[in-house]
């Protein structure tokens, strides 16, 4: 896929974050976007954006935590704009907590939002796409679901299902014009818990931008990319990725390095 224009996104959590900025991106490239959030007050400025970059914006308010009533959304979608050439599945949340002290909901509030919700946004979209023998998925997942977070191991365990999920249906894809991709930043500047001014980056961690990480999203668009692992400086990503590398012969080595 060489070109967006005219193309059509289906953005969740597009209102807030990280959203804003791959909304932007996308709209540049002249996309049509889909943007789908539970905060219908952050639908119009987004809307706004994308309308003045050049995109075209159809804001659809909708909670995907109601996985069960995804089907109602994707033929909302389907009644507005016929069908969609590329899901971005952008929502995710996080609950900061030692495993023991996390109640049920939580654990179901995280995997809804981050897992459940993208895989079955995908189950729905996914035999149109290969009906025309066209499209993209390309999953926000995270560096936390390449190597384990503590205090964070609800978040880190929905990103690295998100990534095996990929992984494996890409392999269903081999041969077909339909690509399932996943895009993995570490901490992010300007949103997140970053925004916290208590709360840094690890130094060995690195920083990536929200920038950064929409040019990846859609680097992962038209270039049919597996994974992309996103971090500003080379350098740092250089290490990051010998760092997980290392991680698969010798985990508490570098269990020593991230604390």
């Not at 539970?38 to 809307?47: H, Q, V």
Request: charged fraction near 15%; proline fraction near 4%.
């Amino acid at each position: 896929m060489t070109t967006l224009t005219g193309k059509t996104v289906l953005l969740t959590d597009a209102s807030r974050g990280l959203g804003l900025h791959i909304a932007h991106a996308l709209a540049k490239e002249q996309a049509t976007v889909v943007c789908v959030s539970r905060f219908p007050s952050g639908l119009e400025p987004t809307c706004q954006t994308i309308n003045a970059a050049g995109g075209r914006a159809i804001p659809i308010p909708f909670d995907i935590t109601n996985v069960a009533q995804l089907s109602s959304l994707i033929q909302q979608v389907h009644a507005i704009v016929g069908h969609v050439d590329i899901l971005i599945n952008n929502a995710g949340i996080e609950i900061n907590s030692a495993f023991a002290d996390y109640s049920l909901s939580e654990i179901q509030s995280v995997f809804k939002t981050n897992l459940l919700a993208a895989m079955e946004l995908t189950r729905l979209l996914l035999p149109n796409m290969m009906e025309r023998g066209s499209g993209r998925i390309v999953n926000i997942a995270s560096l936390a679901g390449k190597k384990g977070v503590a205090f964070n191991s609800i978040y880190s365990a929905s990103k690295a299902g998100l990534i095996m999920w990929a992984d494996a249906v890409r392999q269903e894809l081999a041969g077909r014009d339909v690509n399932i991709s996943v895009v993995c930043p570490g901490y992010i500047s300007e949103t997140g818990m970053t925004i916290d001014p208590c709360v840094s980056a690890p130094k060995l961690a690195g920083m990536s931008t929200p920038k950064g990480v929409a040019n990846a999203v859609i680097r992962a668009i038209k270039g049919k990319h597996t994974q992309i692992i996103v971090n500003h400086n080379p350098l740092m990503e250089g290490l990051m990725k010998l760092m997980l590398a290392m991680g698969q012969i010798a985990p508490t080595a570098v269990d020593t390095l991230y604390r």
